[in-house]
């Protein structure tokens, strides 16, 4: 109960209600006698939210609601390794290693200011591209 608490105390804005805390831990402990007597207890938020009385347990109701839809676990690092392990995937097989390298070095510089007028010359230095752009030369 005291987690439950703890995580409605979060979430108090939303319940109704002058003293939404007192009337929830009431709630809960109604909540919790009505499910000791019955052998076919609810195992997830939305079974238990199928099978709730919203005329009688209305704060547990919202309380489920919020708590079915908020995240158990956050996975920005595991997301940030999936999505470098995907980019790597994608580049190694469309382009060649010093171009990796040239896109890696920009990520770690990223810091650094870049002149686009500086990177426009060094472009169009290295080699002519078939789209002539007027007004432009390349040796």
Not at 16 to 25: D, F, I, N, Q, V
Not at 57 to 66: A, E, N
Not at 94 to 123: P, Q, Y
Request: net charge positive; with cysteine.
């Amino acid at each position: 109960d005291e987690q439950i608490l703890k995580a409605a105390q979060k979430y108090e804005v939303h319940l109704e209600g002058s003293a939404p805390l007192r009337s929830l831990k009431s709630e809960l402990r109604l909540w919790r006698s009505k499910w000791t007597n019955l052998s076919d207890t609810p195992s997830t938020c939305t079974e238990a939210l199928k099978r709730l009385d919203l005329s009688f347990f209305p704060l547990t109701g919202v309380l489920l609601q919020i708590l079915g839809t908020v995240p158990v676990t956050t996975a920005t690092a595991e997301r940030s390794f999936s999505v470098l392990r995907r980019l790597m995937t994608y580049l190694q097989s469309t382009m060649g290693e010093s171009r990796l390298n040239g896109l890696a070095l920009a990520n770690i510089l990223k810091d650094k200011e870049i002149k686009i007028e500086t990177v426009i010359n060094v472009f169009c230095q290295k080699k002519c591209r078939r789209m002539e752009i007027e007004n432009w030369e390349c040796d």
